[in-house]
């Protein structure tokens, strides 16, 4: 058996959920704060049989969203810089670790 945390903007969370259900996948969301990801996120936890492990990676990665943001440049004390300038940044819409579950039990 295999756990599954993933970490997903909450602009992909409800949307992410959904296909989980739809293909028989329970998960477990959790609010989560933290800097893996920019804005907010959720926690989903997802305990599998080690065979659907790369079907559950593939409806993840299927189901959020890479989005261009954009931000403003660092500060900067020369003159004439263009460091302040805002640039486009790609932000993830999700990562995922894979545990090894040792045992399992439903109590």
């Known amino acids: 058996m295999n ?14 959920l959904g296909e989980l259900c739809k293909a028989g996948f329970p998960a477990t969301k959790i609010s989560t704060t ?11 936890l997802i305990g599998i049989k080690k065979e659907k492990t790369e ?6 990665e299927k189901n959020v ?3 261009i943001v ?7 004390t020369l003159a004439g810089t263009l460091l302040k300038q805002p640039v486009d940044v790609e932000e993830y819409g999700g990562i995922a670790f894979v545990i090894d579950v040792e045992e399992f039990r439903k109590f």
């Open 34 to 44: 933290g800097q893996l990801l920019e804005g907010g996120h959720s926690c989903l």
């Open 70 to 76: 954009r931000e403003h440049g660092i500060q900067s």
């Open 65 to 67: 969203t890479k989005r």
């Open 55 to 60: 079907e559950v990676l593939s409806l993840l």
């Open 3 to 16: 756990l599954i945390i993933s970490i997903v903007s909450n602009k992909d969370t409800e949307k992410v």
